[in-house]
């Protein structure tokens, strides 16, 4: 009999028990729609291991990981080469997750993860809206002639949620048209205030990494320079914190684009930081 003891994969300071959980982590190496630069795939495994490098305790929230009461999961496993598929799985879990009265903290993966998670949720919470952080506007309605891809997302999701119910922060990249969609619903906000018409509603969270400056976030599909740094992202955190979160989610890093594994600790630390939020 091995006594050990041994490593463990999951997640740092998670809770073991599901059933006793609020918040459960859900890997989601999902990347099939990149439109630019694959990889993402890998994040979720690698976000693991880095989470041993960092403190439980947030200076920001003063809070520590154990007050949070998550549990993780562990990464899904999808169908290769099959989007369709891959998005059914995901959605038929987080359908799971709310039906058990709980509340999903997504790890990407590409950006398309999101959809199925907003879908599942909108069978559970009405006055839905969602906080997108992000370089890209994500409003086409489709990417070479493919409606399902990473750069649509969020049209998808406007949808579902309806396009008055979401707001974005941190676009910097997109077609005239989206830029176009984005001042017809007043969707791209530049301050904490601006947020406060979403006090009543039930917000899903959404961040694509590469909302960050590329001198912090290098590993990512699709960089994009002249993004925010990261205490202004986590400012962004901590006045949304007072807000009703329902879920969220973290996604586009692509690890291997960063062989100092800066961008994978950074990715980590935004996700320590977000769960602090929404717990």
């Not at 997302?153 to 396009?163: E, K, L």
């Not at 830029?179 to 969707?187: A, G, V």
Request: net charge negative; aromatic share 10%.
């Amino acid at each position: 009999m091995l006594t050990g003891p041994f490593l463990d994969r999951n997640w740092m300071g998670a809770n073991k028990d599901y059933e006793k959980s609020n918040i459960i982590m859900l890997g989601m190496p999902f990347d099939g729609t990149v439109s630019y630069r694959p990889g993402s795939r890998f994040a979720p495994e690698q976000i693991r291991l880095a989470s041993w490098g960092l403190e439980e305790y947030s200076p920001y929230f003063d809070k520590h990981l154990e007050n949070c009461n998550f549990f993780d999961a562990g990464d899904l496993e999808f169908p290769l080469g099959n989007t369709i598929k891959s998005l059914e799985v995901i959605e038929n879990n987080v359908k799971e997750i709310y039906r058990d009265g709980k509340k999903v903290f997504g790890i990407g993966g590409e950006h398309l993860v999101t959809l199925p998670e907003i879908k599942a949720i909108a069978e559970f919470y009405d006055n839905l809206a969602i906080v997108h952080f992000d370089a890209h506007t994500d409003l086409r309605e489709e990417y070479l002639g493919e409606p399902l891809s990473h750069s649509a997302v969020i049209r998808h999701c406007g949808d579902i949620v309806g396009f008055n119910n979401i707001k974005q922060i941190g676009i910097r990249s997109g077609m005239k048209e989206e830029f176009e969609l984005m001042k017809k619903y007043n969707t791209l906000i530049h301050s904490y205030p601006e947020l406060d018409n979403l006090l009543e509603k039930n917000i899903f969270i959404t961040v694509d990494l590469d909302v960050l400056d590329t001198s912090v976030m290098c590993g990512t599909g699709t960089p994009e320079a002249g993004g925010i740094n990261f205490n202004e992202l986590i400012g962004w955190f901590k006045y949304l914190s007072k807000f009703n979160i329902i879920g969220a989610d973290v996604v586009e890093l692509a690890p291997d684009y960063d062989s100092s594994g800066v961008s994978t600790a950074v990715a980590t630390k935004v996700i320590r930081e977000l769960l602090m939020a929404i717990s």
